[in-house]
Protein backbone atom coordinates (compact mmCIF):
# COMPACT_ATOMS: atom_id res chain seq x y z
CA UNK A 1 0.00 0.00 0.00
CA UNK A 2 1.20 3.75 0.29
CA UNK A 3 2.79 3.05 3.26
CA UNK A 4 4.84 0.42 2.27
CA UNK A 5 8.61 1.26 2.41
CA UNK A 6 10.16 1.99 -1.00
CA UNK A 7 12.58 3.83 -1.95
CA UNK A 8 11.60 7.51 -3.09
CA UNK A 9 13.67 8.37 -6.36
CA UNK A 10 13.36 10.53 -9.22
CA UNK A 11 9.84 9.66 -11.08
CA UNK A 12 8.92 6.79 -9.15
CA UNK A 13 5.59 6.62 -7.97
CA UNK A 14 3.41 4.55 -5.30
CA UNK A 15 1.88 1.49 -7.17
CA UNK A 16 -0.97 1.55 -4.90
CA UNK A 17 -2.17 5.45 -5.62
CA UNK A 18 -0.13 6.20 -8.43
CA UNK A 19 1.71 9.72 -6.66
CA UNK A 20 5.13 10.40 -6.29
CA UNK A 21 7.01 8.44 -3.74
CA UNK A 22 7.95 10.67 -0.76
CA UNK A 23 10.54 10.07 1.82
CA UNK A 24 9.56 8.92 4.91
CA UNK A 25 12.54 7.76 6.87
CA UNK A 26 11.44 10.57 9.31
CA UNK A 27 8.74 9.05 10.82
CA UNK A 28 9.89 5.68 11.01
CA UNK A 29 10.40 4.02 14.11
CA UNK A 30 13.35 1.59 15.25
CA UNK A 31 11.86 -1.10 13.99
CA UNK A 32 11.22 0.17 10.35
CA UNK A 33 7.82 0.56 10.66
CA UNK A 34 5.68 3.28 9.79
CA UNK A 35 5.00 6.01 13.40
CA UNK A 36 1.44 7.24 11.92
CA UNK A 37 1.34 9.07 15.19
CA UNK A 38 4.41 11.25 13.89
CA UNK A 39 3.44 11.34 10.75
CA UNK A 40 -0.23 12.37 11.71
CA UNK A 41 1.27 15.16 14.04
CA UNK A 42 3.55 16.54 11.33
CA UNK A 43 0.62 16.55 8.41
CA UNK A 44 -1.65 17.91 10.90
CA UNK A 45 1.13 21.10 11.57
CA UNK A 46 1.43 21.77 8.30
CA UNK A 47 -2.18 21.67 7.46
CA UNK A 48 -2.96 24.05 10.56
CA UNK A 49 -0.19 26.78 8.58
CA UNK A 50 -1.54 26.63 5.70
CA UNK A 51 -5.01 27.24 7.64
CA UNK A 52 -3.98 30.16 9.31
CA UNK A 53 -2.10 31.21 6.20
CA UNK A 54 -5.66 31.40 4.21
CA UNK A 55 -7.18 32.63 7.02
CA UNK A 56 -4.87 35.86 6.84
CA UNK A 57 -4.88 36.13 3.13
CA UNK A 58 -8.69 36.45 3.07
CA UNK A 59 -8.59 38.69 5.73
CA UNK A 60 -6.09 40.95 3.38
CA UNK A 61 -8.30 40.33 0.04
CA UNK A 62 -11.34 41.50 2.30
CA UNK A 63 -10.07 44.74 3.62
CA UNK A 64 -8.42 45.44 0.57
CA UNK A 65 -11.58 44.90 -1.72
CA UNK A 66 -13.26 46.84 0.91
CA UNK A 67 -11.23 50.20 0.24
CA UNK A 68 -11.25 49.08 -3.43
CA UNK A 69 -14.74 49.40 -3.73
CA UNK A 70 -15.46 52.70 -0.44
CA UNK A 71 -17.13 55.48 -1.86
Do not use: H, K, P
Amino acid sequence: GCFDASEASAGATCGTCGLTVRETDDWRGGDGMLAFDRLFATINETLQGASATTETLTDRTTALAERLTAQ
